[in-house]
């Protein structure tokens, strides 16, 4: 089995900036992928941006130039720095680790107010 353990959410301003981090636990093979979604008010869950253990990236739309995520594989820890806010990234935020299947965290809540 593998925990996963979020921090870094909270309230910010629009414009304003936060760094989600997530640390995995327990069962973690290498190779694996790990990253982040997001669920908003009264939407449905979407990808944020994912990183292989290689160091490849992948990001939505919405996000790319505003968000960077990195990991440190030592740490099996993964980050998400997000810059210039806007109320519309407001959102629970989960984080995710795929490997002999998928594992999420418990979220970590996102405000940006306007």
């Known amino acids: 089995q593998v925990q996963l353990v979020e921090s870094g959410g909270g309230l910010v301003q629009a414009g304003g900036s936060l760094r989600l981090s997530c640390a995995a636990s327990?069962?973690?093979?290498?190779?694996?992928?790990m990253g982040w979604h997001r669920q908003g008010p009264g939407k449905q869950r979407e990808l944020v941006a994912l990183?292989?253990?290689?160091?490849?990236?992948n990001y939505a739309d919405s996000v790319k130039g505003r968000c960077t995520i990195s990991r440190d594989n030592a740490k099996n820890t993964v980050y998400l720095q997000m810059n210039s806010l806007k109320s519309e990234d407001t959102a629970v935020y989960y984080c995710f680790l795929d490997g002999r299947g998928r594992s999420w965290g418990q979220g970590t809540q996102v405000t940006v107010s306007s």
């Open positions: 327990g069962s973690i093979f290498s190779g694996n992928v």
């Open positions: 990183i292989r253990s290689g160091g490849t990236t």
